[in-house]
């Protein structure tokens, strides 16, 4: 996928758009903005969440304000990650 387009999927989120939104913004299916959301949480998780906020922001797209959504939305709590597991039966749940 385009820098661009991944760029406008995080900031979208980290703003609080739901993933049908950003898909509907950026021209793809729900699904595929759940698996680059997937890959950029996977990034994060393997690495630290600064570098891949770092990765973003260098990128050109995204500025430090959003940047900071960006942040809060990677850093999760294990409640968190527990309920995206396994899910609520809402479709951005169920992509996570």
Request: hydrophobic share 40%; aromatic share 8%; net charge negative.
């Amino acid at each position: 996928m385009e820098a661009s387009k991944l760029a406008t999927i995080a900031k979208m989120r980290a703003l609080g758009y739901s993933q049908r939104e950003i898909a509907d913004e950026i021209g793809v299916s729900q699904p595929s903005v759940a698996y680059q959301l997937r890959k950029l949480k996977g990034m994060a998780a393997e690495g630290p969440r600064d570098e891949v906020l770092s990765k973003v922001l260098l990128s050109g797209f995204l500025d430090s304000l959003t940047g900071s959504a960006l942040l809060r939305f990677l850093q999760f709590s294990p409640e968190e990650e527990e309920a995206l597991d396994e899910g609520d039966g809402s479709e951005d749940a169920i992509y996570y």
